[in-house]
């Protein structure tokens, strides 16, 4: 039996997020305490008390979403035993931090960072993102492909499971990509209220500044494997795993990819560590046989 830790990206955040977490372990609240100083701002006042709007602001969202994960795996001591983590998309740094290749002050600066490239490069190029229901990929791939051909980007995001296809670019492109899709047979198409296009062609900014970041912080051999989701295989060279971290910004998410390489290399159970229940919902989608239940 083994045992595949997976920790949720942005979009899994809620009010009073992490407060139970907070009064009732003392390690988590250490890990709060600790992410207060680095980041220079109560960020635990905003999870335990903030709107869902204020939550929503990516330089919270980011940090806040792996500072829940992080310290949650904390609170697991000893029955904390992987044999493989992954992380969607923002959750990889929190993978990252499980599987000991960074430390947790290293990777919230990075968590921190990439939230702060992300705005800027979304204040650069106003942009958006879609999810396209009930489609068959490759047909997405080639709508995408064809409206970006003619000058408008947009590009498949995030595999998130069978039907379920994210697809990110401008403004533009994603309006005439999801009525496009629909006319192909989409069942919804469905534009996301998120602040730009994430893991398109359109962060490469972001990319740039996240690189040097990625490039000067020390990363560690890990005790598991990650899967990583610009590859969707096991990796556990440091210097793979940071190329790949940059590369995700622009790349998309392949997450089906990653949980069925998963399941392929004996993953029996999948325990979601950090807010929310949204990854292990498409885990089952992916695989219905799978074990997949919150930390």
């Known amino acids: ?7 949720p990206g942005q979009g899994s955040q809620f009010p009073g997020m992490g407060k139970v977490l ?9 890990l709060f305490e600790s992410a207060n100083d ?18 929503k602001q990516t330089r919270i969202t980011q940090p806040a979403v792996f500072l829940h994960s992080v310290a949650q795996a904390a609170t697991l001591g000893d029955s904390f035993s992987p044999n493989m983590v992954a992380g969607h998309s923002l959750g990889e740094f929190s993978a990252l931090v499980a599987n000991k290749t960074l430390s947790f002050e290293d990777a919230l600066k990075l968590v921190y960072k990439r939230a702060m490239a992300m705005q800027k490069a979304c204040e650069l190029n106003p942009s958006t993102m879609a999810a396209i229901l009930n489609l068959d990929d490759a047909i997405v791939e080639k709508i995408c492909a064809d409206i970006t051909a003619a ?16 697809i990110s670019g401008s403004m533009e492109g994603i309006a005439i990509a999801c009525e496009q899709l629909k006319a192909a047979g989409a069942k919804r ?18 990319r740039v500044e996240l690189a040097a970041a990625i490039n000067s912080t ?41 949980v069925q390489q998963m399941i392929t290399d004996g993953a029996t ?21 799978a074990e997949a239940v919150s930390a």
């Not at 907070?22 to 250490?30: G, L, P, R």
């Not at 598991?224 to 556990?236: K, L």
């Not at 950090?274 to 989608?285: A, C, N, S």
């Open 189 to 206: 198409a469905l534009v996301l209220p998120v602040g730009g296009a994430f893991h398109s062609p359109l962060m490469e900014p972001a």
């Open 151 to 166: 000058g408008n980007v947009v590009v498949a995001a995030n595999y998130n499971c069978p039907g379920q296809l994210v």
């Open 38 to 55: 680095i980041l220079g701002f109560r960020i635990t006042d905003t999870m335990f008390s903030g709107t869902e709007e204020e939550l």
């Open 269 to 289: 159970n999948f325990i979601e560590v950090g807010p929310g229940k949204v990854l292990q919902g498409l885990v089952k989608k992916i695989n219905a046989s």
């Open 218 to 258: 020390h990363f560690s051999t890990p005790i598991c494997s990650v899967y990583q989701n610009v590859t969707a295989h096991a990796v556990s060279d440091p210097g793979a795993i940071k190329l790949n971290l940059i590369a995700q910004l622009t790349a998309p998410v392949k997450w089906t990819q990653s």
């Open 1 to 7: 039996m083994k045992k595949a830790y997976i920790f």
């Open 22 to 30: 907070y009064e009732t372990n003392v390690q988590a609240k250490t």
